[in-house]
């Protein structure tokens, strides 16, 4: 299986990014995807200096595809878009269906998990759009990726989301924004205050959701490492990891070294705690709600 690396969720400044981007350069991963998926008030890399970066990884030897914002609000947004699903260079993950239909009978290109894929119906009938790899819902259990696989056309790579905060839904009202009783629009750009997002917690203290700007995303970090073998068996291709701002090298060594069979997943799941943003879940993989642990790593 490839290990893949998926856009930066959160606002960093400019040299924060590029210096991430330099480090992970000198990783394992195999595919890097790249672009502001979020927020379109997010400046820090323009469209051509995600093109500059996406060039130097490729140099680099990895596999760059360029990711589509989520949630389109604007005509410049659709500008971008535009921009970026025209380019003849690099793939493209669609992540909404107006990037679809820009990019249907033009060039190959990838479905991002914000794409609602849940039937083989489906899948196939966006493969002869052009579609060749496919990023499952992080809603979906073992179960129902065992069922789209036994149906997936043919030349259609699996990615499954293995760790990270969870993007579990976008509004067109800016949280964070809110949060500190500013309007969307003069928002001051207070999403770069926190690089892992904001924490939203419950009455009792515990935390429940973090806030991303007009992203929602899980408190707790989705780690699947303990299912790598069972993934592999199901002919699942890729595996996601989302960046956070501290220790993604680390993280990404863990599951480079679980692939390889160089590190039981129990040691590198005890190593990766004290690294992570938040507690540990899996609860989707396994068909129950996506705050709880259940598998190995289970308390």
Request: charged share 20%; hydrophobic share 40%; glycine share 8%.
């Amino acid at each position: 299986m490839k290990l893949a690396l998926g856009p930066v969720l959160y606002y960093w400044d400019k040299d924060t990014l590029l210096k991430f981007y330099d480090d992970i350069a000198q990783t394992p991963v195999e595919i890097v995807y790249l672009g502001e998926t979020v927020c379109s008030r997010r400046h820090t890399l323009r469209t051509d200096d995600w093109f500059d970066l996406a060039e130097r990884l490729t140099q680099a030897g990895k596999e760059v595809v360029l990711s589509t914002q989520a949630l389109l609000e604007s005509e410049s947004d659709l500008k971008t878009l535009r921009k970026l699903a025209y380019n003849s260079r690099f793939m493209v993950e669609a992540n909404d269906m107006g990037a679809v239909r820009l990019l249907a009978g033009t060039t190959p290109f990838a479905l991002g998990p914000h794409i609602n894929l849940y039937n083989p119906g489906t899948l196939n009938y966006l493969a002869t759009l052009g579609a060749r790899r496919w990023v499952a819902p992080l809603e979906m259990s073992r179960q129902a990726l065992q069922a789209m696989q036994q149906q997936r056309p043919k030349g259609m790579e699996t990615e499954v989301f293995v760790y990270g905060r969870m993007p579990l839904a976008f509004s067109a009202r800016c949280f964070t924004a809110r949060h500190h009783n500013l309007p969307k629009d003069d928002c001051q750009f207070r999403c770069l205050d926190y690089p892992d997002g904001l924490t939203l917690r419950t009455r009792e203290g515990r935390p429940f959701l973090v806030l991303n700007g007009i992203q929602t995303q899980s408190a707790g970090v989705y780690n699947l490492i303990y299912e790598l073998a069972d993934m592999r068996a199901l002919g699942v291709n890729v595996v996601r990891i989302s960046p956070q701002a501290h220790h993604t090298k680390k993280i990404i060594q863990f599951f480079r070294d679980c692939l390889n069979g160089d590190l039981a997943p129990q040691t590198a799941a005890d190593q990766m705690t004290r690294l992570m943003p938040g507690h540990a879940c899996d609860g989707f993989w396994h068909g129950r709600p996506g705050l709880e642990q259940v598998g190995q790593g289970r308390p």
